[in-house]
């Protein structure tokens, strides 16, 4: 029987995946298709492969108008073709990467836990019930993992929390929200490995004595729903979920304030997604008023790698406390996009110039966008920043969730500034004043820039809104708006004066 890979990953499939499919059946050859996750080589969507003597063999990007002419040239055998790309593994997207995440997504069948656990699943699960509670929590902390979800908190502390706190229910919760402009590594990884974030939860749920999970995933992620609730219902069948530990999907409305981790345990608990004041933690009273844990899909899907293989092997690679990979997410205006997953240490300029190739357009990078819609924007003379949480921060950003969005010479930095307050503005939750009625005044005030009225005066005005609502606000949606706000402003002068604009232009 002849297998191929077509990805079911929600890229894939929105450059044609399914027709690609429709088209595989209809040559009447008898064929497993397996719907993969994709590899990450976003450009080559779709990535079809088929497995020959020599292992697998991509082809892409496959439309189903090829695949007549694929056939006769031999798909089957991993013939010649113009779309050939030989073994997906030997890629040098792929062969650069260190994927320790990343490293079954694309290869396994998303919807087999056999498959899955066939390339070394639940062996991290296997190692942390051989250990006692205390000694696994250590074991988190030895890797150094910090939250991917933006912040970099140290997981293994915030565990520690919640196993400490006494209480006769806890939760873990994985925030799987991902509303970042830019990213997709979580969608990503739900969809070509889901195992491995059920596999990370119970890990999770035996270190604190939580006894029920929930994974909050967006609506607009309708494939990853559909993977993770196949990859519970498995995960159940084989005993892993329903005695000790059990969970289930909660599908949000795609706020992007639900993604904060309070407004998300109140979108579960069925109210308004609407931020709550700290203290109480979560990790003390979190969802229900229970101690919770609360993380990211990477930093839940890191964790069996790091039972699994030590944690002094995550340790070992990465950057002063930016410990362990970063599964990067390439955007934008960029040649070569998708998932590359590396060492911190990586600096910005190899990401966006090596990896991603420059521009899809062909045009000079001009500017790139760190860490979704809050991050600040980088021009090119600060390109040599290394990736790590510390470096950015001084360098006036935030790696957040790894996005990282290009834009090329014809990009507008005003209007991207103004557009900072304007997403504040839709996505506020309106609890607090500096954000919910900061962000309407910077789009009016930012206007007036654009418009060429008084901009000396206005952009004072603009630094010292930024001040309120970075100081003011109760979360970081209100916070951190400033950075991509003020990052303009300081890299790209000449775009918030007019005058200055048409100077240059001569
Ligand atoms: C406005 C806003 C949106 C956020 N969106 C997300 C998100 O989509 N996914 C995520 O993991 N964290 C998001 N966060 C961060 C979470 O509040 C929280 O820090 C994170 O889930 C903790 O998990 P970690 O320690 O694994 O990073 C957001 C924060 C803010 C302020
Ligand atoms: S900063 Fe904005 S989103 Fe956050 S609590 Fe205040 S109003 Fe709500």
Redesign the pocket.
Known sequence: MITVYVPGDAVAVACGADEVVAALLATGIELTIIRNGSRGMHWLEPLVEVTTSEGRIGYGPVSAGDVAGLVAAGLFEGGEHPLRIGRPEQHPFIASQQRMTFARCGIVDPASMDDYIAHGGGFGLERARALEPTQRIDLVKASGLR???????P?GI?WDTVALADSPRKYIVC??????SGTFA?RMIMEGDPFELVEGMIIAALCVGADYGYVYIRSEYPHAIRAMEIAIEGARRRGWLGSEFDMEVRVGAGA??C???TALLESIEGKRGQVRAKPPLPAHKGLFGMPTV????L?LTAVPHIFADGPEVYAAVGLGRSRGTMPVQLAGNCRHPGLYETPFGITLGELVNDIGGGTASGRPVYAVQVGGP?GAYFPPKLFDTPFDYEAFTKAGGLIG?GGITVFDDTVDMAGMARFAFEFCAA?SCGKCTPCRIGATRGVETMDKIIAGDRPEANLELIADLAETMKFGSL???GG?TPYPVMSAITHFPEHFNRRALALAAE
């Open positions: 939250g991917r979800g933006g912040a970099g908190f997981t915030k925030n799987a929200d991902e509303g970042d979580d992007y304030v993604g904060e981790e609360i993380n990211n899909v930093s809050l969730h996505e979360c970081a949606l951190f």
